[in-house]
């Protein structure tokens, strides 16, 4: 079985862990045979890719699942390097409509300037399936305070399916867009008896890993709160609850999918 490699060059979200960066906010790569995809380019994305030994010349995408700049800061400079150097027309963007075209509050958060250089631009909503490369894209239904949010979904032939629910709330069927993954990234911003409009806690993690059953759930996008609090404590809850293998995601971290799925490094001290 040929292998997929998941890289979390982030695992920091919201505002403050942001300009804090106690924790990173690079995003996360999918690498497998020749797929090469980069999704939420927050701040430090290339930098940390570089830092990481991951030449964001050879993506081949560069996915956003919404308008919040712990998502999309790093997209256009990811954007010039996919293109390698705006000089080749090359890659896919799939993005929502207020990154890609802008609305009356924001303006486009990648410029036409930069557009023009990508060789596939998508427009992303809910239900909105597309191909990287023979993995089978799927946009997925979120409830964000950016009601254009969406998560995704990865049907990667070799290895079967992932599933990130990018920033959401709970909301009755959530479950449904992620049945049958493998593995499912999960933002758990807020820690337990703390939550947030558009977020989650464990508690509402609990009720989609318990219905989704994957192989195995990484917690991810911790806020201050969550930092406090002890990702690590919070998300063990999760296992106990469910009885499915969880991790809180460190940066850095590497998960290994083939017939097995595990992480292959340590977190450094
Ligand atoms: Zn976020
Ligand atoms: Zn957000």
């Not at 940390?48 to 050879?58: E, I, T």
């Not at 917690?219 to 809180?248: C, D, V």
């Amino acid at each position: 079985m040929k292998e997929t490699e998941i890289v979390f060059l982030g695992t920091g979200g919201g505002r403050f862990t942001t300009i804090t960066q106690k924790r990173q906010t690079g995003g996360i790569r999918i690498l497998s045979n020749r797929l090469n995809i980069h999704i939420d380019p927050g701040p430090g994305a290339l930098i940390y890719s570089l830092n990481a030994g991951l030449n964001p010349q050879k993506l081949e995408a560069v996915l956003i699942s919404h308008r919040h700049p712990d998502h999309y800061n790093d997209a256009e400079i990811m954007v010039e390097a996919m293109t390698r150097g705006m000089l080749k027309k090359r890659g896919v963007v799939a993005a929502p409509p207020n990154i890609l075209v802008g609305n009356t509050e924001t303006g486009p958060a990648i410029s036409t300037y930069h557009q023009q250089m990508i060789e596939d631009v998508i427009i992303v909503k809910p239900g909105v399936n597309f191909k990287v490369g023979s993995t089978k894209v799927v946009s997925t239904e979120a409830k964000h305070t950016d009601s254009e949010a969406v998560g995704f979904r990865f049907e990667i032939p070799e290895v079967g399916a992932i599933g990130y629910t990018a920033d959401t709330e709970y909301f009755a069927d959530i479950e449904k867009e992620y049945m049958g993954v493998r593995v499912l990234i999960i933002s758990v911003m807020r820690p337990l008896g703390s939550p947030w409009i558009g977020h989650m806690t464990p508690e509402e993690a609990i009720t989609i890993i318990d219905a989704v059953k994957p192989e195995i759930a990484v917690a991810t996008h911790f806020g201050m709160k969550m930092l406090y609090s002890g990702p690590n404590r919070e998300i063990q809850l999760i296992e106990e609850k469910t009885g499915i293998p969880t991790i809180a995601a460190f940066d850095g971290m590497r998960l290994k999918l083939g017939k097995e799925i595990k992480v292959v490094n340590k977190k450094k001290r």
